[in-house]
T-cell receptor, first 114, second 115 residues
Framework: GQQLNQSPQSMFIQEGEDVSMNCTSSSIFNTWLWYKQDPGEGPVLLIALYKAGELTSNGRLTAQFGITRKDSFLNISASIPSDVGIYFCAGRSRAGGGADGLTFGKGTHLIIQP | EAGVAQSPRYKIIEKRQSVASWCNPISGHATLYWYQQILGQGPKLLIQFQNNGVVDDSQLPKDRFSAERLKGVDSTLKIQPAKLEDSAVYLC?????????????FGPGTRLTVL
């Protein structure tokens, strides 16, 4: 089955620093998504990317859909304490019959030291 | 608008017992998904419904897992009998429809511990 390789697994940074994480796949996806999950909660959608090469921003977050459709990155600028959490990349490829469940990476655990 | 509702939030059972998790999707969302999230992993799709029909259940362990969405709104995921390796968070998600740029919104999950 499809697998997503997400890195780094964890990041320890100082408040105010920029953060970068990425995801690669052996398969092509039609859509790349980035979610954030806080403890005890479900994932919350941050950014959705629909076209190869697309670069999209959402406040301090910027994400890109790789040209090969097999990778994506997420950048967070000027990190703040509430950015702490686990970030997941997810890919979607619409199969026959409308199946479009997401394939997730293993997550990047972001820890911010004040 | 109200989000995806799930209950119970937490459940502890012994192996070989049965358990059920209930999900109420966002109003008007035709597509519903169940995911399993094992500690330290990303969510993994178990089953996808479109209204009351199954679209994809290829990753559902059908010998012990079952799910239904009889009236095309809320859904129940059942495990019987449970095994130790079923300890995980079971997440329900919904989206407006299959076509177009309709993204999935997740509920808080049912955190299951099998002893």
């Amino acid at each position: 089955g499809q697998q997503l390789n997400q890195s780094p697994q964890s990041m320890f940074i100082q408040e105010g620093e920029d953060v970068s994480m990425n995801c690669t796949s052996s398969s092509i996806f039609n859509t790349w998504l980035w979610y954030k999950q806080d403890p005890g909660e479900g994932p919350v959608l941050l950014i959705a990317l629909y076209k190869a090469g697309e670069l999209t921003s959402n406040g301090r977050l910027t994400a890109q859909f790789g040209i090969t459709r097999k990778d994506s990155f997420l950048n967070i600028s000027a990190s703040i304490p509430s950015d702490v959490g686990i970030y997941f990349c997810a890919g979607r490829s619409r199969a026959g019959g409308g199946a479009d469940g997401l394939t997730f990476g293993k997550g990047t655990h972001l820890i911010i030291q004040p | 608008e109200a989000g995806v509702a799930q209950s119970p939030r937490y459940k502890i059972i012994e192996k070989r017992q049965s358990v059920a998790s209930w999900c109420n999707p966002i109003s008007g969302h035709a597509t519903l998904y169940w995911y399993q999230q094992i500690l330290g992993q990303g969510p993994k799709l178990l089953i996808q419904f479109q209204n009351n029909g199954v679209v994809d259940d290829s990753q559902l362990p059908k010998d012990r897992f079952s799910a239904e969405r009889l009236k095309g709104v809320d859904s129940t995921l059942k495990i019987q009998p449970a095994k130790l390796e079923d300890s995980a968070v079971y997440l329900c998600a919904s989206s407006l429809e299959l076509a177009g740029y309709n993204e999935q919104f997740f509920g808080p999950g049912t955190r299951l511990t099998v002893l």
